[in-house]
């Protein structure tokens, strides 16, 4: 038992606990302080997310964003991925108060936002900042960028912010994934698929047409067989009734 040891050990031991103690608040409070800056991490930006996350047509309320878009298989792309990150880092550290996010993008999935913003290049970077559309063009190094997004893109040329898909889009994607999804074992369906995708993407108007009359076919469809199935329900009726008779 401590209390039953000499004073002099006594206070020996309360002073080394009283020590550790005081060095593991130390580490402690010091791990806390370089957490934001350890979890750094560029956000993913989907065709689903995008305009919810960054508003970029809808006021820009939550934050800055600077978005790369690019290509797995892109080597200009895996050379600025660390810059990327670093950049990202060095912002959370040093200009927090900004609200400059980070993100990225891979334009070889989330093909609805690329096609959006008519990206052609991999890759390539856009800053939206107070209410407008920056396309960068300078050199992919950490201190352009970062000048770039703590204030050069002021100078830069404006650029619209073209809105984001309609509902009839993005139902048209979803049937389009599940159709995909449908169709990997049958080589004539896919040829149909990329029929769809010509349809879609540029004769929109033949699109709704084509959807409003498979509509309206259905409907009259389920009419027909409704009134068919009455038809044939009431003739068993008729024929007991002779019966009794």
């Known amino acids: 038992n401590i209390y039953n040891l000499p004073i002099h050990v006594h206070s020996t031991i309360l002073a080394t606990m009283k020590s550790i103690s005081t060095r593991f608040l130390i580490n402690a409070f010091a791990a806390l302080s370089i957490l934001p800056h350890s979890l750094a991490v560029v956000i993913d930006l989907t065709d689903v997310t995008f305009e919810h996350q960054t508003q970029a047509s809808t006021?820009?309320?939550?934050?800055?964003?600077f978005v790369?878009?690019?290509?797995?298989w892109c080597g200009h792309c895996k050379t600025l991925a660390p810059i990327w990150e670093e950049l990202d880092q060095l912002l959370q550290e040093d200009n927090a108060q900004d609200g400059i996010i980070i993100?990225?993008?891979?334009?070889?999935?989330?093909?609805?936002?690329?096609k959006r913003f008519k990206v052609q290049s991999y890759p390539t970077l856009k800053y939206f900042a107070d209410r407008k559309l920056y396309n960068y063009k300078g050199a992919r190094t950490?201190?352009?960028?970062?000048?770039?997004?703590?204030?050069?893109y002021k100078s830069a040329v404006t650029d619209d912010i073209p809105p984001p898909p309609s509902m009839f889009d993005a139902k048209m994607k979803e049937f389009r994934q599940g159709f995909e999804s449908a169709t990997e074992d049958s080589p004539q369906l896919k040829y149909l698929l990329e029929d769809f995708d010509h349809i879609i993407g540029f004769r929109k108007n033949a699109a709704v047409v084509l959807v409003v009359i498979g509509a309206l076919i259905g409907f009259f469809f389920g009419v027909i067989v409704s009134l068919l199935m009455g038809i044939g329900g009431s003739k068993p009726k008729s024929q007991k009734k002779k019966k009794k008779e």
Request: glycine letters at 12%; proline letters at 3%.
């Open 142 to 152: 950490i201190d352009a960028l970062y000048d770039f997004a703590t204030g050069g």
């Open 68 to 72: 790369k878009f690019y290509a797995p």
């Open 103 to 114: 993100a990225k993008v891979d334009a070889t999935k989330e093909t609805q936002v690329a």
């Open 59 to 65: 006021g820009q309320t939550t934050g800055k964003w």
